[in-house]
């Protein structure tokens, strides 16, 4: 059974400091999703990992995949207030179906 | 976006009614899905549908039925609503045809269960 989990579950930050998430999955997976959600909106897609040693990036946010060490991380460089939000990663199993990890409320303050 | 519309947006019942809640897409995309989410269990998967009349359970079905008639109407129906179902639903939708894509969210319902 795939599970996910993620760490920390909460993270106050000061502006222009650097963090990593990190999201820990339990058997074999093939593609590792980063999404963001808002305070009482919707998730908004953030990245798709699909191999070992996959980074992608976007603006201060960056994420890397280690399928051997069953690892994804989202580094955050410099926050900023608008980054502040719950992130989620999933783990994808049976081709179609994602398993969630529990969130990681980040709070960003100057 | 997806175009993903969720109805109704807030609702209020009391245990034992039935309810049905909708997720309307306009993208045509073959997969959707109905989330719910409650704190500290992240997002877990009711059910999901690969095609018209095609549905399979998820992670929590117990309690919940889902249809799908059209490909742009998915229905999650509590045939007879507890306290435990008080949450926020999600509904999601993704193209399906490359395995890899992204699901896209709808904006959510969020449902009370007195």
């Known amino acids: 059974e795939l599970k996910v989990e993620q760490n920390p579950l909460f993270l106050s930050m000061q502006e222009g400091k650097n963090y990593t998430i990190y999201c820990n999955y339990s058997?074999?997976?093939?593609?590792l999703y980063w999404y963001r959600q808002d305070p009482g909106k919707s998730l908004e897609s953030l990245f798709v990992?699909?191999?070992?040693?996959a980074v992608k990036q976007e603006g201060r946010l960056m994420a890397s995949l280690d399928t051997k060490a069953r690892l994804s991380t989202l580094h955050i460089t410099a926050a900023v207030h608008d980054l502040s939000a719950t992130y989620f990663c999933?783990?994808?199993?049976?081709?179609?179906?994602?398993?969630f990890g529990t969130g990681t409320r980040l709070q960003v303050f100057p | 976006d997806a175009g993903i519309t969720q109805s109704p947006r807030h609702k209020v019942t009391e245990t034992g009614t039935p309810v049905t809640l909708r997720c309307h897409q306009t993208?045509?995309?073959?997969?959707m899905y109905w989330y719910r989410q409650d704190p500290g269990h992240g997002l877990r998967l009711i059910h999901y549908?690969?095609?018209?009349?095609?549905?399979d359970k998820g992670e929590v079905s117990d309690g919940y039925s889902v249809s799908r008639s059209k490909t742009e109407d998915f229905l999650l129906t509590l045939e007879s609503a507890t306290s435990s179902q008080t949450s926020v639903y999600f509904c999601?939708?993704?193209?399906?045809?490359?395995?890899?894509?992204?699901?896209?969210f709808g904006p959510g319902t969020r449902l009370t269960v007195l």
């Open positions: 999933a783990a994808a199993y049976n081709t179609d179906k994602l398993i």
């Open positions: 993208e045509n995309h073959r997969y």
């Open positions: 999601a939708t993704t193209p399906g045809e490359i395995y890899t894509d992204t699901q896209y």
């Open positions: 549908s690969y095609g018209v009349k095609d549905t």
């Open positions: 058997t074999t997976s093939d593609r």
């Open positions: 990992l699909l191999s070992n040693g």
